[in-house]
């Protein structure tokens, strides 16, 4: 099943289940797609979709750590709870051994000598991790495999 027709299967199970804070987060999750869609004027693909999940999960993760600085708990808590039912619609996030894999095979690509290179490996790299891995961890690893 195609991604996008997955989340309003998934929203209408939750409306039927009950489940508030699942049905809220569904809901804003196709609102930000639609508006995506809207400025692109065209229908997302999967990959693009995920896009949109993972910055909306990444949304959450600051969200959460500004909630807790600020001690207000029981926010911090419902973020959690909604990062939690966007993760479900993310693929399996990618470990450090495999990121670097990609990173060293974005650098055989690209025949990067060095940091000079930074920005063509990345820009090899980067669309195969697109909601599997923080870019900027991406970034730090690239670095790091340029320079040393």
Sequence with gaps: MELKA???EAVKTAMKGGDSVTLSTLRLLLAAVHNEEIRVRRELVPE???????????????????????????????EEAELAVLKRYLPQPLSED??????????AEASAKGIQDLGKVMKLVMPKVVGRSDGKRVNELAKALLSG
């Design 48 to 78: 693009e979709i995920q896009r949109t999940i993972a910055t909306l999960c990444k949304q959450r993760t600051e969200a959460i750590e500004l909630y807790r600085q600020g001690k207000r708990e029981e926010l911090a808590q419902k």
């Design 98 to 107: 495999e990121i670097r894999d990609l990173i060293q095979a974005g650098i």
């Design 6 to 8: 997955e989340l309003k």
